[in-house]
Nanobody, 119 residues
């Protein structure tokens, strides 16, 4: 049974930081590119970042560049999203998702974790 379980969300003040984690099971983790997406209230789900099988390549949305860092630990079947300099517009449910390669539509999705940036 495939599972992707996100954690690390919460309430943070503008300018603060959070690190999201997503631990996977039920598939060969190192054979998938790992993505982070987010969905804000009333908006469509949007791409945030993706990392290749062994972490050699990363791609970020413009909104995430220079503030967010995606990383993975294949030994722990875990992907991370370090988010710094958070803004209220970063408020969303954040999802991790596994895809067969970069630029592929994800095949597996987690349930999401809420991130709220507010003073």
């Amino acid at each position: 049974q495939v599972q992707l379980v996100e954690s690390g969300g919460g309430l943070v003040q503008p300018g603060g930081s959070l690190r999201l984690s997503c631990t996977a099971s039920g598939f060969t983790f190192s054979s998938y590119a790992l993505n982070w997406y987010r969905q804000a209230p009333g908006k469509e789900r949007e791409f945030v970042a993706v990392i290749s099988f062994y972490g050699g390549r990363t791609i970020y949305a413009e909104s995430a560049k220079d503030r967010f860092t995606i990383a993975r630990d294949n030994a722990k079947n875990t992907v991370y999203l370090q988010m710094n300099s958070l803004k209220p517009e970063d408020t969303a449910v954040y999802y991790c998702a596994a895809a067969r390669d970069l630029n592929y539509v994800p095949k597996y999705w987690g349930q999401g974790t809420q991130v709220t940036v507010s003073s």
